[in-house]
T-cell receptor, first 116, second 115 residues
Framework: EAGVVQSPRYKIIEKKQPVAFWCNPI?????LYWYLQNLGQGPELLIR????????DSQLPKDRFSAERLKGVDSTLKIQPAELGDSAVYLCASSQGTSLSTDTQYFGPGTRLTVL | SQQGEEDPQALSIQEGENATMNCSYKTSINNLQWYRQNSGRGLVHLILIRSNEREKHSGRLRVTLDTSKKSSSLLITASRAADTASYFCATDANDSGGSNYKLTFGKGTLLTVNP
């Protein structure tokens, strides 16, 4: 079974430029998550989708971040414009169901963003 | 904000020794999970322990949970060089009293197993 796929793996941009990350979850997984992981820290949830609906985007900085999950499968996360403080690893995860208590989240390898 | 805090921040042991990592959290939980992250990779789920469980085993892993102390421990027995990774605890907690439950991760323990 293929795991969660993310691209690109690495991205270097100058500040104020836009950037987009793509995630393909495990086939059949209804729930998709985007996390931000700063160096030396644990992941922090940005947004959670159940199918195509964003059910928790309370931690997403909506002035510059946006996300979409068209057709309830692939998802993209965009930053426009990027700031120096956005340098981090962006992780995508998926789970089959919607229960945090019982559904294991499977993580992709992440996209490491460097903003210069 | 981080819900869980792992202790120690870093741990270095020799192959064959046991490694113990601790996690403390702040609010009531339904379950607590442990994840492993190898350098430059995504997180891998290791084990889930429910709030009504006190101990759980999976292979060389043993997890304990003490809800009265709001703490958990992860024991890796007979460690191997391949166990070198960061280990995170994660709790499913209500976000600041609102209606959104989410997995909240600690800062992790960096385990180095020397061959």
């Amino acid at each position: 079974e293929a795991g969660v796929v993310q691209s690109p793996r690495y991205k270097i941009i100058e500040k104020k430029q836009p950037v987009a990350f793509w995630c393909n979850p495990i086939s059949g997984h209804n729930t998709l998550y985007w996390y931000l992981q700063n160096l030396g820290q644990g992941p922090e949830l940005l947004i959670r989708y159940e199918n195509e609906e964003a059910v928790d985007d309370s931690q997403l900085p909506k002035d510059r971040f946006s996300a979409e999950r068209l057709k309830g499968v692939d998802s993209t996360l965009k930053i426009q414009p990027a700031e120096l403080g956005d340098s981090a690893v962006y992780l995508c995860a998926s789970s089959q169901g919607t229960s945090l208590s019982t559904d294991t989240q499977y993580f992709g390898p992440g996209t490491r963003l460097t903003v210069l | 904000s981080q819900q869980g805090e792992e202790d120690p921040q870093a741990l270095s042991i020799q192959e064959g020794e046991n490694a113990t990592m601790n996690c403390s959290y702040k609010t009531s939980i339904n379950n607590l999970q442990w994840y492993r992250q190898n350098s430059g990779r995504g997180l891998v789920h290791l084990i889930l322990i429910r709030s009504n469980e006190r101990e759980k085993h999976s292979g060389r892993l043993r997890v304990t949970l003490d809800t009265s102390k709001k703490s958990s421990s992860l024991l890796i027995t007979a460690s191997r060089a391949a166990d070198t990774a960061s280990y995170f605890c994660a709790t499913d907690a209500n976000d600041s009293g609102g209606s959104n439950y989410k997995l909240t991760f600690g800062k992790g323990t960096l385990l180095t197993v020397n061959p």
